[in-house]
Every structure is written in structure tokens, then in C-alpha cells.
């Protein structure tokens, strides 16, 4: 009679460490989905930065000028920066041999190997 009260303990005290082991459990994985959603996030955000500082128009432009009497002058002068494409053409040029690609990195890595699609 004295084993079954001393069972009784043993057993409250085995259902508190699986709820235990269960609540880490739910926050490992609660924090794992997080941390993947962040990063995400922050990919996309630097892919939005990146893309906005290829956009920069860095191109002047100066003008000729000239005296009233013609004696002096300078000739103008110009520079564009044209948006960088890696030497690709731009997905929506219309040209049909457009050799852009995307290359898809997915959340779980698959032994370090890219998928790479090819865009018509």
C-alpha cells in the first residue's frame, strides 16, 4: 500500500516535464518561424534598396555656352547611366531572345544547389 501514493509522485512529476518539454517545444518552433519570416523580410527590403540604387540617374548635362560677341566658347557636354540589367536584356523589352533568368533560393537548403528558370 505505502508504493502506490510514492507511483502517484513520480507520475505528477513526469507530467510537468512533458508539458515542459512541450511548451520549449512550441516556442523553438514559434521562434524558428519568426526568425524566417525576418529574414524574408529583410531580403526583400535590401532587394528594394538594391534595386533603387541601380535606378540612380547619374547623368548631367552641360550645355554650350557662348559670348555676346562670339569671341569665346565651350563646347556642352553630357553622360547617362542607363539602368544595370547584368548584361541581360530587360524582362519586358519585347525582344523575344531575352536571356534573363531567375534563380530561386528556397527557406530550406537543398544541399547548396540553386534552381535556376529560365524566363521566354
Do not use: H, W
Not at 19 to 48: K, P, Q, W
Not at 54 to 77: H, I, R
Not at 103 to 118: M, Q, S
Amino acid at each position: 500500500m505505502s508504493r502506490r501514493p510514492n507511483s502517484r509522485r513520480k507520475q505528477a512529476g513526469f507530467i510537468l516535464t512533458i508539458e515542459l518539454l512541450l511548451l520549449a517545444t512550441i516556442c523553438v518552433i514559434g521562434l524558428i518561424v519568426g526568425m524566417t519570416n525576418v529574414r524574408d523580410s529583410v531580403l526583400a527590403e535590401l532587394s528594394d534598396v538594391s534595386e533603387s540604387v541601380g535606378s540612380l540617374n547619374q547623368g548631367y548635362n552641360v550645355t554650350s555656352v557662348a559670348n555676346a560677341a562670339g569671341t569665346a566658347a565651350t563646347a556642352g557636354s553630357a553622360f547617362s547611366d542607363a539602368k544595370d540589367t547584368n548584361g541581360l536584356l530587360p524582362i519586358d523589352s519585347g525582344v523575344g531572345n531575352s536571356a534573363a533568368e531567375l534563380t530561386f533560393v528556397p527557406a530550406v537548403p537543398n544541399l547548396g544547389e540553386n534552381i535556376a528558370v529560365a524566363l521566354p
